[in-house]
DNA sequence: TGGATTCAGATTGTATCCAATATACAAGAG
DNA sequence: CTCTTGTATATTGGATACAATCTGAATCCA
């Protein structure tokens, strides 16, 4: 069985052409999500369904599926012959969200400093450190997230992870044009130098700060834009 | 496959949820997530669009979309051209779902007690008296799910306490036949005593223990259902 | 004036119909 | 006999059409 040696194999094929949605319901809810992420659509803006339909060329049905999913996600808010809208938060969301996230966060940093291989931490460092010598940027985000997907991963509690992802996702969006405080404090080494010590607590530490830091940060950006 | 005791439909369920809901989406979604938490269709069971819509009298459509929502909530499991099915949790799901619980109820009792009135607290009481001397069965599970509604609200934590109740009825359909550990051991009274001697040590021992217990039973049951 | 009301337009909710895909089973080749 | 391949059937995905509901502005009446 001789095989072309650098040619694609149909595996690779397959799978760039799976990376185009299977159906457009996918399609839709990605598109919807990631320009809701983007700021295309504000916090408070309607979201007409047919207008979607027609921008992604898709009849309404698609829409509300994907509608709907993105109401799960906490993205939109969905209301019976009213329609959907981008999802506001209010101080207090932002407040009660965070603190979640450091409760669960925290609590994974446990798991993951007591199941991670030594090699996982250095998939970890070198993110770690393209992270510390790359410009702010969409590459940049991307970038960041992985890193997180990478380091919850380890911690063996999927449904958990998952969790987490979703609450990001929640207050993404409200990231816009935040200067990235943990860019400039010289970053994510610190965390993975505490993983590679096995020290919750300073890996705890550092999460707790940070999160801490951009909740207050967030919390006043929407505060001062809707003055009581 | 024996199925649960019980001799609910998903007609007689729907007929119950007419008359309370605006759309059809919303009955629809109501009649399937209390037949699935009933037991009327055990986990890994197929949900076909088209019966479903004939047994509540509308089409595929709103099933469709109660579906996307179920699948949202934890109960269902979607796949793009194969259908629903009811999800399985194994054991280590069981066990995940449950350390959540744990962490996230604990965080919130701490709060409860911080900010609960003495009115409130008798409020409390009342329903853990009405449930110690009510026997078994869907009006004490009721009454139930209120005490723990009432108690999580104390704590204005909203997002907070939607999660806890997504996590709860996504395991509670695991409890049929379950006996109810915490009924025999004489139940509520001990954690609206902690409460009102603003006691959270003493809380969230009761709850932890209380949780543990439960989901050691739940992941023993399951294990044995499915042996490897 | 001011408040309720009515009536159009716009938007969402649902049913029906057709297309796309998966599943099960039969038939054939090796 | 086993594995593949073709085909029929069932089920889901999506588009169109129509019904129900909301919104807002003009109108009516006190």
């Known amino acids: 069985m001789t095989r072309p040696p650098d040619e694609a194999t149909i595996e690779q094929i397959a799978e760039k052409a799976r990376s185009r949605y299977q159906t457009a319901e996918e399609m839709v809810t990605s598109a919807i999500r990631e320009a809701v992420l983007a700021g295309v659509y504000q916090p408070g803006e309607r979201l ?91 590459g940049w985000l991307a970038l960041r997230e992985r890193f997180y997907e990478r380091l919850y991963a380890f911690a063996k509690r999927p449904l958990t992870a998952e969790l987490i992802g979703k609450l990001r996702a929640d207050v993404g969006r409200y990231w816009l044009g935040l200067r990235l405080v943990d860019h400039e404090a010289g970053g994510h080494g610190v965390i993975v130098e505490a993983i590679r010590k096995r020290d919750p607590e300073a890996a705890e530490a550092w999460l707790t700060e940070h999160l801490t830091e951009v909740s207050s940060e967030l919390q006043r950006r929407v505060a001062e834009r809707n003055p009581q």
């Not at 669960?104 to 993951?112: A, D, G, K, Q, Y």
């Not at 030594?118 to 993110?127: G, H, K, N, R, T």
Request: charged share 25%; glycine share 6%.
């Open 48 to 138: 007409p369904q047919e207008q979607l339909g027609a921008a992604l060329g898709v009849s309404r049905i698609p829409v509300r599926a994907a509608l709907r999913q993105l109401e799960a996600e906490g993205l939109v808010v969905l209301e019976p012959h009213r329609g959907a809208t981008v999802r506001v938060l209010e101080a207090a969301d932002i407040d009660e969200i965070y603190q979640l996230r450091i409760l669960l966060e925290t609590f994974m940093i446990r798991s993951v400093i007591s199941l991670v291989t030594a090699e996982e931490i250095d998939e970890l460092e070198s993110i770690a450190a393209d992270l510390d010598h790359l410009d702010e940027g969409p």
